[in-house]
């Protein structure tokens, strides 16, 4: 089975710094792994996802996330946070299989982006 | 031109009573499931259909009762509802094993009371 860990629970950072999202994700098979972005009232966005090939992955918004497959991670990275990015985001891990399996969600991380 | 559609948005019911969730799809999708959301925002998966047929059932009370009439459309029928199924539940969907990623509803919330 999969799990997901977000270390951060609330990140609080002023607008126009850079952040980083951690996520470490444990499991016994190959992994897809995803990261969703949630605004208030609102349902689950992908911002970018990791399938194969290049570990640096670029997705909406200039967000970014790099595999990291010796420590198990999946970090999320902006240069330059808006006011807009206010919202909660979610790391997200699938097996690699060759039939439908379930994504399991991390339990997200709050970003706050300070004016 | 809604990509996954729920209904209704808010619900607002008594201990006891039945109540049902809708989803439709038009991205022609094969995948759908259903996920629900408490209070501290954690997503929990209930449900998924694939063309029809049930391929996740995680452990939800047997109150939970999914239907998936055609591929384009995902239901949720919950009897006798309690206080503790307050959340908020998202239908989602997706195609080509789930590579492409889900697209969501924007939910519906649940509030028993």
């Known amino acids: 089975a999969q799990s997901v860990t977000q270390l951060d629970s609330q990140v609080p950072v002023f607008e126009e710094a850079p952040v980083e999202l951690r996520c470490n994700y444990s499991s016994s098979v190959s992994v897809y792994l995803f990261w969703y972005v949630q605004y208030p009232n609102q349902g689950l966005q992908l911002l970018l996802k990791?399938?194969?090939?290049?570990?640096l992955v670029k997705g909406i918004n200039g967000f970014e996330a790099e595999f990291n497959k010796s420590q198990t991670s999946f970090h999320l990275r902006k240069p330059s946070v808006h006011i807009s990015d206010t919202a909660e985001y979610f790391c997200?891990?699938?097996?690699?299989?060759?039939?439908?399996?379930?994504?399991?969600f991390g339990p997200g991380t709050s970003l706050s982006v300070i004016p | 031109d809604t990509a996954v559609s729920q209904t209704p948005k808010y619900l607002v019911t008594q201990m006891g009573n039945d109540k049902s969730i809708k989803c439709e799809q038009n991205l022609g999708h094969d995948t759908m499931y259903w996920y629900k959301q408490d209070s501290k925002k954690f997503l929990k998966i209930m449900f998924s259909y694939n063309n029809k047929e049930l391929i996740i059932n995680e452990t939800v009370p047997n109150r939970f009762s999914p239907k998936s009439p055609d591929k384009a459309h995902l239901n949720l029928h919950i009897n006798s509802l309690e206080l503790g199924d307050s959340a908020v539940y998202f239908c989602?969907?997706?195609?080509?094993?789930?590579?492409?990623?889900?697209?969501f509803g924007s939910g519906t919330r649940l509030t028993v009371v």
């Open positions: 990791y399938l194969s090939g290049s570990t």
């Open positions: 997200a891990v699938s097996a690699r299989k060759t039939s439908y399996d379930k994504v399991i």
């Open positions: 989602a969907s997706t195609t080509g094993l789930g590579l492409y990623g889900y697209t």
